[in-house]
């Protein structure tokens, strides 16, 4: 059997995919008025991104241990390569480290150093590899390979939830008092950190188009959009994406979902970009 590969739900891969490449999303947790959902499991309340009050947490040793032996169960011991967001923003890989030292070698992790469909990105890569019979070892470098190569932009309409989190650092800093700013945030190194910022929010996504653009290089890309509750907006910059990029081989529009969308807030819409990657198989289409 190929190697199975995990990664978790902040990787906001669609089902569909999900399940055409038998990768096991283990679900992040959200809380609000002092009730814990799981993220794909338990029936969430809507319009989280905006209310007061959210706080998210990552998937604890246990509920890693459980999804890492079922997979290691299917993957009939071939393994398993567990692709996780960044180490900087969640403490979800250090437990998935623990939860690991259970089998012997056989279960190896991945910072992605990153969130959202830069995760997914490095999860299919990874699936990819396995599928093409590659054993565990090379799947884990595939894995590697796509996470220190996916770029990571996102425009964010209002600054109010960037402080709250904290995902950030010194948000106060970069952006001062100018509460008019509008950002392009990029991953860097497993964190978020500022790459440009203008006064309107149509201009930052005018920048954003222009930054992801330059990511690709002119190379044959596949597109990812991730939005927090604007889809006419994510459609919009996928369509002006397509008319800049020479090549698109895959694309995919998701919502960014309860356990990301408070940390950024409605209106935040951002462009993921990543080579090494063969057409994705399995997108419905929308």
């Known amino acids: 059997m190929p190697v199975v590969v995990v990664t978790d739900s902040s990787s906001r891969l669609p089902e569909s995919v999900a399940a055409h ?15 814990d959902y799981r993220e794909g499991i338990d029936p969430i309340p809507e319009n989280l991104s905006s209310t007061p009050g959210v706080t998210t947490s ?3 040793p246990a509920e890693l241990t459980e999804y890492f032996e079922s997979a290691l169960e299917a993957s009939e011991g071939d393994g398993v390569v567990a692709v ?24 190896r992790i991945v910072d992605s150093r990153s969130v959202g ?61 100018a509460l008019s700013i509008k950002p392009i945030l990029h991953m860097v190194d497993g964190t978020l950190q500022l790459r440009e910022r203008h006064r309107t929010y149509s ?31 994510a459609e ?19 919502e960014l979902g309860p356990i990301l969308g408070p940390h950024v807030g409605p209106g935040a819409v951002g462009v993921v970009i990543a080579s090494h990657l063969d057409p994705i198989e399995g997108i419905e289409a929308r």
């Open 58 to 60: 990552g998937a604890n």
């Open 236 to 254: 919009e910059l996928l369509e002006t994406l397509r008319g800049r990029l020479r090549m698109v081989t895959s694309e995919l529009v998701v």
């Open 117 to 177: 469909l830069a995760v997914g990105f490095t999860a299919i890569a990874a699936a990819q590899a396995a599928a093409a019979g590659a054993d565990r070892d090379r799947v884990y470098e595939s894995a590697i390979r796509q996470a220190a190569t996916v770029d990571s932009l996102l425009a964010v309409q209002q600054l109010d939830n960037l402080r709250q989190s904290g995902r950030i650092s010194a948000a106060g800093k970069l952006f001062g008092s």
């Open 203 to 233: 201009k930052a996504l005018d920048k954003m188009v222009d930054a992801a653009v330059e990511c690709a290089g002119g190379r044959a890309v596949t597109v990812g959009i991730q939005h927090c509750e604007s889809p006419v907006v």
């Open 21 to 35: 490449y038998g990768i096991r999303q283990v679900p992040l947790h959200v809380s609000y008025d002092d009730k």
């Open 84 to 107: 996780h967001l960044s180490r900087k923003l969640s403490g979800t890989w250090s437990s998935a480290r623990l939860a690991a030292e259970r089998f012997s070698g056989q279960v």
